[in-house]
């Protein structure tokens, strides 16, 4: 079976690729990714908020109060200069891509980061916007403008490709898809995960809560590949659901070039890599497949017998299917 697949204008020997996480950390297990069949790896990100400190203070962004929450926050594994002396450690050690991941949500000096990224050796960069507006005199469009910006001031500061990385909660994804690849990303990856915080009822108190992702999350993210997949002419990532063989089919029926698995892989290790690998390569010869290609995308918005299924109807049949 010939697994390869377009990503970010690289030629990947299959479609899978470890997401942004730990396992970049040290090269001897991305070593070890690498050899149970991941065609890239993802590094975890990079913050804003660690970049633009200045002797142990942030650079104030107008729209949050809690900057001090940052300041006493050290929590972070890698610094910036340790993070690009990852990247050379990384390339001169693997042989797949190693995408930089970049995690901001304003304009600002961070974004000078992306130069010194592509210096370090990274093949291609991950924005990934994550954000929280509290500040109910922001108004959406103010939002995506300032998304628009930041992709446009990166992908024109340097050479490698940058995908976008965004989260479902937005008003017009599709609207917003479009215009980031109008501002330069060559890539949108669908979606990043909001790890929420929990209530601590006990000690009163607000607490972060990591949970992994599962299976059900996949569907969110089948319906929005499906709808982008006609409308993008870069390349299409999912992150997060995706836990076993038929999830990667169902991702690249809706349209995705690449899946990005992490929960997957923190539950079983690298050996779960090959168990995908084995799945899809099962799956095409069962159903007389020999390239990716030739399926890619055959039940996306377009190509599928009923698009409605995608939109509002979808929702109406599900709730009128319940009877007492």
């Given at each position: 079976?010939?697994?390869?697949?377009?990503?970010?204008?690289?030629?990947?020997?299959?479609?899978?690729?470890?997401?942004?996480?730990?396992?970049?950390?040290?090269?001897?297990?991305?070593?070890?990714?690498?050899?149970?069949?991941?065609?890239?790896?993802?590094?975890?990100?990079?913050?804003?908020?660690?970049?633009?400190?200045?002797?142990?203070?942030?650079?104030?962004?107008?729209?949050?109060?809690?900057?001090?929450?940052?300041?006493?926050?050290?929590?972070?594994?890698?610094?910036?200069?340790?993070?690009?002396?990852?990247?050379?450690?990384?390339?001169?050690?693997?042989?797949?891509?190693?995408?930089?991941?970049?995690?901001?949500?304003?304009?600002?000096?961070?974004?000078?980061?992306?130069?010194?990224?592509?210096?370090?050796?990274?093949?291609?960069?991950?924005?990934?916007?994550?954000?929280?507006?509290?500040?109910?005199?922001?108004?959406?469009?103010?939002?995506?403008?300032?998304?628009?910006?930041?992709?446009?001031?990166?992908?024109?500061?340097?050479?490698?490709?940058?995908a976008a990385k965004l989260s479902p909660f937005h008003t017009s994804v599709a609207q917003l898809a479009v215009a980031l690849e109008l501002a330069g990303a060559?890539?949108?990856?669908?979606?990043?995960?909001?790890?929420?915080?929990?209530v601590n009822v006990d000690e009163l108190d607000v607490q972060p809560w990591l949970r992994l992702s599962e299976p059900s999350e996949l569907l969110l993210r089948?319906?929005?590949?499906?709808?982008?997949?006609?409308?993008?002419?870069?390349?299409?990532?999912?992150?997060?659901?995706?836990?076993?063989?038929?999830?990667?089919?169902?991702?690249?029926?809706?349209?995705?070039?690449?899946?990005?698995?992490?929960?997957?892989?923190?539950?079983?290790?690298?050996?779960?890599?090959?168990?995908?690998h084995a799945g899809l390569n099962q799956w095409m010869h069962d159903h007389d497949y020999t390239e990716i290609d030739e399926f890619r995308g055959m039940l996306?918005?377009?190509?599928?017998?009923?698009?409605?299924?995608?939109?509002?109807?979808?929702?109406?049949?599900?709730?009128?299917?319940?009877?007492?």
């Amino acid at each position: 079976m010939n697994l390869t697949t377009p990503y970010l204008g690289f030629e990947l020997r299959n479609p899978f690729i470890v997401g942004a996480s730990p396992f970049c950390d040290h090269v001897d297990t991305a070593r070890r990714l690498e050899d149970a069949g991941a065609a890239a790896v993802v590094m975890r990100s990079l913050f804003e908020e660690q970049i633009t400190r200045n002797g142990g203070t942030l650079e104030r962004d107008p729209r949050s109060n809690h900057d001090s929450f940052w300041n006493d926050f050290a929590e972070y594994q890698l610094s910036p200069k340790q993070y690009l002396r990852q990247i050379e450690a990384l390339k001169r050690s693997l042989s797949i891509p190693v995408i930089a991941s970049l995690n901001g949500h304003s304009v600002g000096s961070w974004i000078e980061y992306a130069v010194k990224m592509q210096a370090a050796g990274a093949d291609a960069i991950e924005v990934n916007y994550y954000q929280v507006v509290t500040d109910p005199s922001v108004a959406a469009d103010q939002i995506e403008t300032e998304m628009l910006k930041i992709m446009g001031e990166i992908s024109a500061s340097v050479r490698i490709p940058v995908a976008a990385k965004l989260s479902p909660f937005h008003t017009s994804v599709a609207q917003l898809a479009v215009a980031l690849e109008l501002a330069g990303a060559a890539g949108v990856v669908v979606f990043n995960r909001f790890y929420q915080p929990d209530v601590n009822v006990d000690e009163l108190d607000v607490q972060p809560w990591l949970r992994l992702s599962e299976p059900s999350e996949l569907l969110l993210r089948l319906r929005w590949l499906a709808i982008l997949s006609p409308m993008l002419r870069g390349s299409l990532s999912v992150a997060g659901g995706v836990h076993t063989p038929e999830g990667v089919v169902k991702s690249i029926l809706t349209g995705a070039h690449t899946v990005q698995v992490v929960s997957l892989l923190l539950k079983h290790g690298p050996a779960a890599l090959t168990s995908l690998h084995a799945g899809l390569n099962q799956w095409m010869h069962d159903h007389d497949y020999t390239e990716i290609d030739e399926f890619r995308g055959m039940l996306n918005h377009e190509r599928c017998r009923d698009p409605s299924a995608f939109e509002r109807a979808n929702y109406i049949r599900a709730l009128q299917s319940w009877k007492m």
